[in-house]
T-cell receptor, first 114, second 110 residues
Framework: SQTIHQWPATLVQPVGSPLSLECTVE??????LYWYRQAAGRGLQLLFY??????ISSEVPQNLSASRPQDRQFILSSKKLLLSDSGFYLC?????????????FGQGTRLTVV | LAKTTQPISMDSYEGQEVNITCSHN???????ITWYQQFPSQGPRFIIQ???TKVTNEVASLFIPADRKSSTLSLPRVSLSDTAVYYC???????????FGTGTRLLVSP
């Protein structure tokens, strides 16, 4: 069966520090991969999505970046965190060519920038 | 992706049936309608998906009229644990972007 791993679960980082969140998927190949951010009490904001290795589409201009070095690995990074980067970050995957468009989400990372 | 519109919030009581409607006037011929449920501090969870008429599974039913410009998620006999945010997504099967709207915050009271 397919599983998605996202870590860490919680993170407290000072302003200006770098960030690296990792997400890996098991049990499937060539998935669509997504990074979302959710501010407290708000909806899900799509940050990046990827349909293949090295293929990254950015939805919102910001100081974050994403990379997909391997088929089932998706990394969210920042060189210098801002206070506004605080939030709940979610990684997700879905099948690229499947009649069922179900997406599967990781457990999320609660990031607090102080 | 077709834009969706949902009520911001809804209130209900335990044991009642809850119907959440989503408008998607610009839905395309190949678009499917998918609903997700999200609890606090968790990722959304797939509930149900449909293309037309009615789809039913063990947790919900999805009603889609002939013009497909709207859809209704029906939750039978809700319980306190159904308190969550419900999102409606419209897009082509296997589509690459998954954009969530603001969702409907359902509060179930005793």
């Amino acid at each position: 069966s397919q599983t998605i791993h996202q870590w860490p679960a919680t993170l407290v980082q000072p302003v200006g520090s770098p960030l690296s969140l990792e997400c890996t998927v098991e049990g499937t190949s060539n998935p669509n991969l997504y990074w979302y951010r959710q501010a407290a009490g708000r909806g899900l904001q799509l940050l990046f999505y990827s349909v293949g290795i090295g293929q990254i589409s950015s939805e919102v201009p910001q100081n974050l970046s994403a990379s997909r070095p391997q088929d089932r690995q998706f990394i969210l990074s920042s060189k210098k965190l801002l206070l506004s980067d605080s939030g709940f970050y979610l990684c997700a995957w879905s099948a690229l060519r499947d009649m069922n468009t179900e997406a599967f989400f990781g457990q999320g990372t609660r990031l607090t920038v102080v | 992706l077709a834009k969706t519109t949902q009520p911001i919030s809804m209130d209900s009581y335990e044991g009642q049936e809850v119907n959440i409607t989503c408008s998607h006037n610009n839905i395309a011929t190949n678009d499917y309608i998918t609903w997700y449920q999200q609890f606090p501090s968790q990722g959304p969870r797939f509930i149900i998906q449909g293309y037309k008429t009615k789809v039913t599974n063990e947790v919900a039913s999805l009603f889609i009229p002939a013009d497909r410009k709207s859809s209704t998620l029906s939750l039978p006999r809700v319980s306190l644990s159904d308190t969550a945010v419900y999102y409606c997504l419209v897009g082509e099967s296997g589509f690459q972007k998954l954009v969530f709207g603001t969702g409907t915050r359902l509060l179930v009271s005793p």
